[in-house]
């Protein structure tokens, strides 16, 4: 298993790097490192029912064999400060595209570029919409996997199954705050959910007992001593990632 304090469980047979300088952006309650826009290899600008969707497609890192996967990340709450140049979703790709996989980061409407207001996960999930339907238009060689921290993992869980996709990651997904998972169609696909056990903002133990109730629970890796926003352990969270996805890989990776 990852090392660093993480336990993994469940779905046994499915299978970062920023240093203490980081400088916060207060919102409140919460408190989001502050991230340089991460370099796109292709900038886009996607239609969806609120207009433009700023978004930026990534291809998989030199070296690494190349899988025929596209994933789409989802960043968190756009009225605190979420976009997709948050480093928890810029590492979530970066381990992606490490693994071989095309990812496909955007902003939500209001956030940054793209157009609109932010409208409570509705109107988010619509973006969402647009997003991969452009991305199965484009790459349709492509399977579609979705990743979501936060209340982007919120957003992506409720699209995965209408939207198909073939495989889930969904890290500190906001349980027993504003959006309710009561209703919530699980997916029979490979999911991973990674949880900090110190979060701040999402109760770890309502995240661990909503995972208990779950009929297809996913594999839970469980991160000690880490916060929401994973402050100095982003480098474990890229080793989780990687860790939790690689028996998923069509093509097997390179030894």
Excluded: Y
């Excluded at 991305?135 to 209340?151: I, N, T, V």
Aim: proline content about 9%; overall charge negative; hydrophobic content about 45%.
């Amino acid at each position: 298993p990852p090392s660093g304090g993480v336990c993994v469980s469940g779905r046994p047979a499915l299978p970062p790097l920023f240093g203490d300088s980081t400088r916060l952006r207060h919102h409140g309650h919460m408190s989001e490192p502050i991230a340089a826009p991460a370099s796109a290899d292709l900038p886009l600008a996607i239609t969806g029912s609120a207009g433009r969707i700023e978004a930026a497609l990534d291809l998989p890192e030199a070296g690494t064999v190349p899988q025929p996967v596209l994933a789409i990340v989802c960043h968190p709450l756009p009225t605190e400060g979420g976009s997709m140049h948050n480093k928890v979703v810029t590492m979530t790709a970066r381990a992606l595209r490490e693994s071989g996989i095309t990812t496909l980061r955007f902003n939500f409407r209001g956030v940054g570029q793209s157009e609109g207001v932010f409208d409570d996960g509705q109107g988010e999930l619509d973006d969402l919409r647009a997003v991969a339907t452009w991305a199965r238009a484009q790459h349709p060689d492509k399977a579609l996997w979705l990743a979501g921290f936060s209340f982007g993992a919120w957003v992506s869980l409720r699209a995965a199954v209408e939207l198909g996709a073939a495989a889930l990651i969904s890290i500190a997904p906001p349980v027993g705050r504003s959006w309710s998972f009561d209703d919530i169609v699980i997916p029979a696909i490979p999911w991973l959910l990674i949880q900090g056990e110190a979060d701040e903002i999402v109760d770890a133990g309502a995240v661990f007992d909503w995972v208990a109730t779950l009929p297809q629970p996913p594999q839970l890796v469980k991160m000690a001593d880490t916060s929401h926003f994973f402050h100095r352990k982003l480098i474990d969270l890229r080793g989780a990632v990687k860790h939790g996805v690689r028996d998923w890989l069509p093509v097997p990776p390179a030894a």
